[in-house]
């Protein structure tokens, strides 16, 4: 993998390792993982259940703590940040997308776009709110509360809550986990597009090779560590590569 210079690189981590529980019980989720993630780039992360690849994402999104190494949004590090500098830097630099959507159901889509931002005592940006809104395509949605609106309608009030604050990075862990195909279309047609059109940074866990392919770059986590990469990626061509993991599960299993 190709290390950046620091201005193109949105984070990192730096021999991260996540170990859950001692003794007998232990689990190591990360074995020390150092990967960059470019600036207005659009990363998808995958590999088979228990390789890791959340617990990378909640990691670098000050979600979970570290066991050891470093985690750095900009070049700030997480790692040496106490809890209320970690809660602003969450709140500022950091959007969140989940495959649950976690919308407040008492509020309307325009009020849950513009929550972090209430909540941070920020002014909304009237130019790239219209911006975001039009571009999810929720402009005639946005009295309307989450009861009344479709999953995929749900899911892409999340997404435009997670950009409105203009994040350094957007974390998105399984996206379309709950859509239906067309509205998970819908979900990664936005995620791309505000990569290709506003420059942002977007980390994406998912097992689907097809939501893969909206990525420019897919890295391949297994036991815990970064095993292989692709730049420019389809769904066959992840298809095939996920494959050779369902492989060597077989193996060991059979062994």
Known sequence: MTELDSQSRAARTVDLAKVYGKGDTQVVALGGVTVDFASGQFTAIMGPSGSGKSTLMHCMAALDSVTRGEVYIGET???RLGDAALTRLRRDEIG????????????SARENITLPLDIAGRDVDP???DTVVS???LSDRLGHKPSELSGGQQQRVACARALVSKPSIVFADEPTGNLDSRSGTEVLSFLRRSVREYGQTIVMVTHDPGAAAYADRVL??????IVDEMADPTADRVLE?????????????AS
Do not use: I, S
């Not at 969140?96 to 509020?107: D, E």
């Not at 391949?220 to 560590?225: E, H, I, S, V, W």
């Not at 590569?241 to 060991?252: E, N, P, S």
């Open 220 to 225: 391949f986590l297994g036991d815990g560590l």
């Open 77 to 79: 590090e997480l790692t």
């Open 127 to 129: 130019g790239w709110f």
């Open 241 to 253: 590569r996920m494959k050779g993991f369902d492989g060597l599960q077989h193996t060991a299993q």
């Open 96 to 107: 969140f997308v989940f495959q649950a959507f976690n919308l407040v159901p008492t509020l």
């Open 135 to 137: 571009t999810v395509g």
